[in-house]
């Protein structure tokens, strides 16, 4: 985790492949309680210290990631998020060229919680919610090609899902097709960026991750 914006209210960073956000059943330490621990020695504060998850990323996936400091920031960030009031820009890598150079995805996702998988559908069928995603091809080298992507929507494992429906799995996305892992355990799916109106101060927060430190991800970037 590396810090990428903070002030009085709210506190974005971008993740490492790895890292869970939030608390779960593995009893790992999430990126809520790491940031809690920089906040109490930062400002040497005693007692409890406040961070509100105010969404989510995937623990094989890197980039952006906002947690607010005060609870009036986090009542008003989990509105936006879920008012589709925050941009956020991904980038993915993938083996296969997607058929188009650019199209807008339609698909209804239905999610096995027994195996933590989404599954795409070309029509809307029981218990399925409507996925809309926009991609572009932004980059290629030798053997891949770079994605960007714009989620109308925030379903289960998303990006994920709608392009391996497509033919296009994420590069190390064994859960989806991909063929191999990467050597990290990671998937190239990286929250790249993300602009929003501040929820206290009302103005506009712009920020981009890096990408992380490997060859690949790093000759994009360039």
Same mark, same amino acid.
């Given at each position: 985790?590396?810090?990428?914006?903070?002030?009085?209210?709210?506190?974005?960073?971008?993740?490492?492949?790895?890292?869970?956000?939030?608390?779960?059943?593995?009893?790992?330490?999430?990126?809520?309680?790491?940031?809690?621990?920089?906040?109490?020695?930062?400002?040497?504060?005693? =007692?409890?210290?406040?961070?509100?998850?105010? !969404?989510?990323?995937?623990?094989? $996936?890197?980039?952006?990631?906002?947690?607010?400091?005060?609870?009036?920031?986090?009542?008003?960030?989990?509105?936006?998020?879920?008012?589709?009031?925050?941009?956020?820009?991904?980038?993915?890598?993938?083996?296969?060229?997607?058929?188009?150079?650019?199209?807008?995805?339609?698909?209804?996702?239905?999610?096995?919680?027994?195996?933590?998988?989404?599954?795409?559908?070309?029509?809307?069928?029981? =218990?399925?919610?409507?996925?809309?995603? !926009?991609?572009?091809?932004?980059?290629?080298?030798?053997?891949?090609?770079?994605?960007?992507?714009?989620?109308?929507? =925030?379903?289960?494992?998303?990006?994920? $899902?709608?392009?391996?429906?497509?033919?296009?799995?994420?590069?190390?996305?064994?859960?989806?097709?991909?063929?191999?892992?990467?050597?990290?355990?990671?998937?190239?799916?990286?929250?790249?960026?993300?602009?929003?109106?501040?929820?206290?101060?009302?103005?506009?927060?712009?920020?981009?991750?890096?990408?992380?430190?490997?060859?690949?991800?790093?000759?994009?970037?360039?």
């Amino acid at each position: 985790m590396t810090i990428l914006y903070e002030d009085n209210h709210i506190i974005i960073v971008n993740k490492a492949s790895g890292e869970i956000v939030q608390g779960d059943k593995t009893g790992d330490k999430p990126l809520s309680e790491i940031v809690k621990e920089y906040l109490k020695e930062k400002y040497n504060k005693p =007692g409890n210290v406040f961070c509100g998850v105010t !969404h989510r990323l995937d623990r094989p $996936t890197t980039g952006i990631v906002v947690f607010a400091k005060t609870s009036k920031a986090l009542s008003r960030l989990n509105e936006m998020f879920r008012n589709d009031k925050v941009d956020k820009i991904y980038w993915a890598i993938v083996k296969n060229s997607p058929p188009n150079h650019e199209d807008t995805l339609i698909h209804w996702l239905k999610k096995n919680e027994r195996n933590n998988k989404s599954t795409a559908f070309d029509n809307e069928k029981q =218990g399925t919610k409507k996925a809309v995603m !926009h991609y572009k091809i932004i980059g290629a080298s030798e053997n891949y090609f770079l994605l960007e992507v714009d989620l109308e929507t =925030g379903r289960h494992h998303q990006a994920r $899902t709608q392009l391996a429906k497509i033919g296009s799995p994420i590069k190390g996305d064994l859960k989806y097709g991909a063929k191999r892992s990467n050597a990290d355990g990671s998937i190239s799916l990286h929250a790249r960026a993300i602009s929003f109106i501040h929820p206290v101060s009302d103005t506009k927060i712009e920020v981009t991750a890096p990408v992380p430190e490997d060859n690949l991800w790093q000759s994009f970037e360039q």
